[in-house]
Nanobody
């Protein structure tokens, strides 16, 4: 069962932009802080950006600060990751993650591939 659904990945040239979307069921989205992770082949999964359930406070990995922006639309139960000035090292599978306040339950999407290459 897919509970979080990512979209927006694809192939982009260095310096280009992509916007990832993650849709979640309302009962998950409205109880969860949302986070984007990414994992390159042979590498550990890394936290990219997170946004709190209330107040929409954000945090970013140092490697993406100033280039990526995470946001959430509570009416649409959707979290976004706007990625600008993309670099080849941003190439990875990007995963949406929800951490619910209800017992600390965690949900994952299946991932969307982002490839930055000439």
């Amino acid at each position: 069962q897919v509970q979080l659904v990512e979209s927006g990945g694809g192939l982009v040239q260095p310096g280009g932009s992509l916007r990832l979307s993650c849709e979640a069921p309302g009962f998950i989205f409205r109880t969860s802080a949302m986070t984007w992770y990414r994992q390159a082949p042979g590498k550990e999964r890394q936290l990219v950006a997170s946004i709190t359930r209330t107040d929409s406070m954000t945090d970013y990995a140092d490697s993406v600060k100033g280039r990526f922006t995470i946001s959430r639309d509570n009416a649409k139960n959707t979290v976004y990751l706007q990625m600008n000035s993309l670099k080849p090292e941003d190439t990875a599978v990007y995963y949406c993650h929800a951490a619910s306040i209800l017992g600390g339950l965690v949900y994952w999407g299946q991932g969307t591939q982002v490839t930055v290459s000439s």
